[in-house]
């Protein structure tokens, strides 16, 4: 079952705008992480905030985690037409051993017009 | 660094035929692969963990026989779909993680193979 829920499912703006994504996750996590796909291509990290952390920036990207309401937003200002993309959040729950899996969200898919 | 290269991009056979799909670590170990289906304006669902040296787990409603994984060392790992059929027809990705420290460790992916069985 998905473990995250990213909400919007799909978000128009304009170049310029900010875009925020949010994303709801169930169980007690390890970390929380963002993705984001070009149409028909692979998955590029993003952002990794550990779950003792609550805010984290990357260029223009500003991750927060609340886990007392477990849920994470990704900001992405002053959006380019180039950041339009599906945007995906995935939590990684302790389930022993090494392997430590991303379970992923439905996705948000954002598009940035010129 | 970190780069995991696919191959190939696009597969079309026809029903019956059995289709391999390679994932490598370019440059880096890869202790651990994971091979994910994707189907179309939806998320990816994990298929399967492939560990070096040791059996590949799979997730539960995943057929091992269906989809025979192979992860013979550090950098590659192999997928093969068996006797495909039109509904085996998706988009498989497959990602890599480097070694220790296992937690709070990315995944690098692949660009994705997308597959259509006629």
């Known amino acids: 079952s998905q473990q995250g829920e990213e909400d919007p499912q799909a978000l128009s703006i304009q170049e310029g705008e900010n875009a925020t994504m949010n994303c709801s996750y169930k169980t007690s996590i390890n970390n929380l992480q963002w993705y984001r796909q070009n149409s028909g291509r692979g998955l590029v990290h993003l952002i990794l905030?550990?779950?003792?952390?609550r805010e984290k920036h990357s260029g223009r990207l500003r991750v927060t985690l609340d886990t007392s309401k477990k849920s994470s937003s990704l900001l992405i200002t002053a959006s380019r037409a180039a950041d339009t993309a599906s945007y995906f959040c995935?939590?990684?729950?302790?389930?022993?051993?090494?392997?430590?899996?991303?379970?992923f969200g439905k996705g948000t898919l954002l598009t940035v017009n010129p | 660094g970190a780069v995991v290269s696919q191959h190939p991009s696009w597969v079309i056979c026809k029903s019956g035929t059995s289709v391999k799909i390679e994932c490598r670590s370019l440059?880096?170990?890869?202790?651990?692969m994971f091979w994910y289906r994707q189907f179309p304006k939806q998320s990816l669902m994990l298929m399967a963990t492939s560990n070096e040296g040791s059996k590949a787990t799979y997730e539960q409603g995943v057929e091992k026989d269906k989809f025979l994984i192979n992860h013979a060392s550090l950098t590659l790992s192999t997928l093969t779909v068996t006797s495909a059929h039109p509904e085996d027809s998706s988009f498989y990705i497959c990602?890599?993680?480097?070694?220790?420290?296992?937690?709070?460790?990315?995944?690098?992916f692949g660009d994705g193979t997308r597959l259509s069985i006629l």
């Open positions: 990602s890599a993680r480097k070694r220790q420290p296992y937690s709070n460790q990315p995944q690098h």
């Open positions: 440059d880096f170990q890869a202790t651990t």
């Open positions: 995935a939590t990684v729950r302790n389930s022993g051993g090494s392997n430590y899996k991303l379970t």
């Open positions: 905030i550990r779950s003792n952390e």
